[in-house]
């Protein structure tokens, strides 16, 4: 449950907390099991098949399965929402990629592997990493049977510095994974958010059946983009060239590429005002274009994502349901200020952040340096002092 998908500041697990604080335990935890319950139904099965897909990936929580103060000890609840929704899909001829999407200590420097820092505390620590391979083996032993399973994605997005522990990590949980399960296929996410797999050497002459993941989002379908997307040659070679660098490794050992995520963030009438329908118009252009790339090269893929609160989401929920009607001034907040980092508007929040950006550039953080620090250029300074700043001290 990503911020900008439900609504809330920060984490799932802040969201979670502070409920819990305000309801008790009981009612929160009922919250919860029916939100996640209405979140993905039957009828959300048919519209997807009705749309001509026949797979989507499944993010979920390690927090389902295992307690931090209780480690090593399944919660089979967790396999509740899971086993339901896959279900629910098979009925429909819709199979699924189950995706570790936070995992414990965090594997990623974001606000969506649900740790509530920007360090990736998941690479550092040989017990969450050990913690992950044991849930994985607990994951294959209940789904290992389970035909309209696709495969697994064992680790959403990782932002491993030393680029190759995850290497490392890979390796043991492919060797977890196919103790128990030799028929799923496997899908491997690259290093620095899906990005990045130069550093994985010859490591998939010892991974059987697998695929390799990409993310391919592009600058245009976003808010920071410096220009307006017009689908004009030169715009598309930049879009094609991103994305055949992300997937160089594969193509050069010809191995099988998934793109696991993609797609733009769109505008909204209640903070884009007139300029909605143009900006969102470019935004077609984009997915549109990122689609032909796609056809044209016969990949598949999944986009991100199916549902939220009309941010990214295939679907979304109507501003006049009572949900929307109760946060409308905390969302206008929460947009104004730019505590999301996913597709934030800064213009609001610039003037005061940017006397900050220039002092630290001058004093502590000149180019030179910023260009050493991992992950560059994916974060460069300014979005470096917005995680700081924004993302995590205001939420």
């Known amino acids: 449950m990503e911020n900008f998908i439900t609504g809330y500041p920060g984490c799932e697990f802040q969201i979670r907390v502070a409920l819990a604080d305000v309801l008790g335990p009981e009612l929160s935890g009922f919250f919860f099991d029916k939100f996640l319950e209405y979140f993905f139904q039957d009828d959300d099965a048919k519209f997807f098949k009705s749309l001509g897909l026949n797979c989507i990936r499944i993010p979920f929580n390690y927090r389902h399965f295992e307690d931090d103060m209780n480690p090593r000890v399944l919660n089979t609840d967790g396999f509740k929402h899971l086993d339901r929704v896959i279900d629910i899909c098979s009925k429909h001829g819709i199979y699924t990629i189950l995706d570790l999407h936070a995992a414990p200590g965090g594997q990623n420097t974001d606000w969506h592997c649900d740790s509530g820092s920007h360090v990736a505390n998941f690479w550092l620590h040989k017990d969450f990493q050990d913690r992950a391979v044991w849930l994985w083996e607990e994951l294959a032993k209940h789904y290992k049977d389970n035909t309209w399973i696709a495969g697994y994605n064992p680790l959403n997005e990782p932002t491993d510095a030393s680029h190759t522990r995850v290497v490392g990590f890979y390796d043991r949980v492919h060797s977890a994974i196919r103790a128990i399960d030799r028929n799923h296929v496997i899908f491997w996410d690259g290093n620095t958010f899906a990005s990045?797999?130069?550093?994985?050497?010859?490591?998939?002459?010892?991974?059987?059946?697998?695929?390799?993941?990409?993310?391919?989002?592009?600058?245009?379908?976003?808010?920071?983009?410096?220009?307006?997307?017009?689908?004009?040659?030169?715009?598309?070679?930049?879009?094609?060239?991103?994305?055949?660098?992300?997937?160089?490794?594969?193509?050069?050992?010809?191995?099988c590429v998934w793109n696991g995520e993609f797609g733009p963030v769109y505008a909204r009438k209640e903070y884009d005002g007139d300029k909605t329908d143009e900006i969102n118009e470019s935004r077609y252009k984009v997915l549109k274009d990122q689609l032909d790339m796609y056809k044209q090269d016969s990949?598949?893929?999944?986009?991100?994502?199916?549902?939220?609160?009309?941010?990214?989401?295939?679907?979304?929920?109507?501003?006049?349901?009572?949900?929307?009607?109760?946060?409308?001034?905390?969302?206008?907040?929460?947009?104004?200020?730019?505590?999301?980092?996913?597709?934030?508007?800064?213009?609001?929040?610039?003037?005061?952040?940017?006397?900050?950006?220039?002092?630290?550039?001058?004093?502590?953080?000149?180019?030179?340096?910023?260009?050493?620090?991992?992950?560059?250029?994916?974060?460069?300074?300014?979005?470096?002092?917005?995680?700081?700043?924004?993302?995590?001290?205001?939420?």
Not at 211 to 225: L, N, R
Not at 346 to 360: A, G, K, R, S
Not at 365 to 392: F, H, I, S, T
């Open 196 to 255: 990045d797999f130069s550093h994985f050497g010859d490591m998939h002459k010892r991974w059987t059946n697998s695929a390799y993941s990409i993310h391919d989002y592009t600058e245009f379908g976003f808010p920071s983009s410096k220009e307006t997307y017009s689908s004009t040659d030169e715009q598309r070679k930049r879009i094609r060239k991103s994305y055949e660098k992300k997937k160089a490794w594969m193509d050069e050992r010809e191995l």
């Open 299 to 395: 990949l598949s893929w999944s986009i991100w994502l199916y549902k939220d609160i009309g941010f990214q989401g295939m679907v979304y929920v109507s501003r006049l349901t009572p949900y929307m009607k109760l946060f409308n001034n905390f969302l206008a907040k929460k947009q104004r200020l730019a505590i999301d980092a996913w597709g934030a508007d800064e213009t609001y929040v610039q003037p005061t952040f940017q006397p900050i950006i220039d002092m630290l550039k001058k004093e502590v953080v000149p180019d030179e340096v910023d260009q050493r620090l991992y992950p560059w250029p994916v974060w460069k300074l300014p979005a470096r002092v917005g995680r700081l700043g924004r993302n995590l001290l205001f939420s």
